[in-house]
């Protein structure tokens, strides 16, 4: 396709809003990386990006099923080889961002394949680690990759599915990690216990490598994917919607780790019921995750703020249910499904809303939610321990969700769910 025509179809796909010219209006990241669909394989590229996340996903989750099993190898207690997990939440927090601004000019399939070798690497030098303060910062650095692979997968299947239709390409991105949460922690976990947990490593360098591969060969070769100046990028960091929409994710999301982080006691102490169910509390959990992500990112693209609000709101009714009738398994399990799919249902649309808060720098973006993501679990499972500290029951850790959730809810209310977005969806 050729530079008018590609300019052409860009024109009509996003007229000017706000005033600004047509030549301002067409040279994001956010139009380019739209503007057309590549090549005859647009379905081979989405599975090489899910691929991508169920890798990633299952090198987090199936760290924490192996929490136990490295501390004893390596001389830690349990609180200090935790640091390995919060060291990867770290990496994504800050490491995540800062790489998408080191790479503000690279063209998303590079950088897609540069994250995927970093990947690998960190995972190597964790199944290597001789002790845990390698381990520490080696989970730092894996955990750097995620939320610049999630910001640049999303701009690239955004350019697959073509205009309009944002919410659905980060339901796809994210589509990975929902699969990694049914199948990939089980499978880490699983193959820690049977080989040791430098083996749930190689194994996700396996995974790796097959994401590596297909990468490298269903990634669309195109000029369109190339990305925009630093000044771009540190321009959306300048504006207090994009601040005020994370510190939403960060607030609203956090009720799912205030439930996820402790299914184990819901099943076995509140609901009294033997720790086999455990792993099937998980997985419906995941199924509830994987059938919100799916809907959610549908219907993120036709409406922005009824999926984030109606997400938000449904939860919370969710949690009132768990919090009083939790005891009864024949009610835990279904709410555990609503909760996953009511929170997942919200998070695309939260990724749309930043990318039109900001449309000069959609892989910064996405990195600044998953950043958030990362942020939320750890206020969940904080907010979740602290109501488990003072005495207030097992099923007390939804409270702190109710909190935290009704708090991102009320925040976006009153300052993000007014403000015009800086581009409309096309």
């Known amino acids: 396709m050729t530079t008018s025509e590609n300019s052409t179809r860009l024109q009509s796909a996003h007229p000017a809003v706000h005033g600004d010219s047509d030549e301002n209006q067409q040279n994001t990241p956010t139009q380019r990386a739209t503007a057309a669909r590549p090549g005859p394989r647009p379905v081979l590229t989405l599975l090489a990006l899910a691929l991508g996340t ?34 990867y939440a770290f990496g994504v927090m800050i490491g995540s961002p800062a790489i998408t601004l080191l790479a503000a000019r690279a063209n998303r399939r590079t950088l897609l394949l540069g994250l995927i070798a970093l990947f690998l690497v960190g995972n190597v030098l964790s199944g290597l680690a001789p002790n845990i303060a390698t381990l520490v910062v080696f989970r730092f650095i894996t955990g750097s ?91 959306a960091l300048r504006r207090r919607e994009v601040w005020l929409m994370v510190a939403v994710a960060a607030l609203g999301i956090s009720s799912i780790f205030a439930v996820y982080t402790f299914i184990g006691p819901f099943v076995t102490d509140a609901a009294r019921e033997s720790t086999s169910l455990i792993p099937v509390a998980l997985a419906v959990f995941g199924l509830g995750m994987a059938f919100g992500n799916y ?51 919200a998070i695309p649309a939260i990724q749309v809303r930043l990318t039109q808060l900001a449309p000069d720098a959609p892989t910064l973006m996405g990195a600044l939610n998953l950043a958030a993501l990362n942020l939320a679990n750890s206020l969940g499972a904080i907010g979740g321990a602290v109501a488990l500290g003072v005495g207030w029951g097992t099923l007390s850790t939804v409270w702190a969700g109710f909190v935290l959730t009704s708090a991102g809810l009320v925040l976006y209310l009153t300052t993000v769910g007014r403000t015009r977005p800086a581009v409309r969806p096309a």
């Open 54 to 87: 169920f890798a990633i996903g299952t090198g987090e989750f199936g760290s924490n099923g192996i929490l136990q099993l490295f501390a004893a190898d390596l001389g830690a207690s349990i609180p200090v080889a935790t640091y390995a997990i919060s060291a």
């Open 145 to 235: 990759v995620q939320g610049a692979f999630f910001g640049a997968g999303a701009v690239v299947a955004a350019y697959v599915y073509g205009p309009g239709k944002g919410g659905r390409a980060f339901a796809t991105v994210m589509g990975g990690l929902t699969v990694a949460t049914i199948l990939g922690s089980p499978l880490g976990t699983l193959v820690g216990q049977q080989a040791g947990w430098r083996a749930t490593y190689w194994t996700v360098v396996g995974l790796g490598l097959l994401a590596g591969a297909a990468l490298l060969m269903w990634l669309p070769r195109t000029d369109d994917l190339h990305g925009s100046s630093v000044a771009h990028e540190l321009a």
């Open 295 to 345: 809907f959610g990112g549908r219907a993120a693209d036709q409406d922005v703020s009824r999926p984030l609000i109606y997400g938000f709101s449904y939860v919370l009714v969710l949690l009132v249910a768990i919090a009083f009738t939790g005891r009864e398994i024949l009610i835990l399990m279904p709410a555990l499904f609503g909760v996953g799919a009511t929170m997942m249902f």
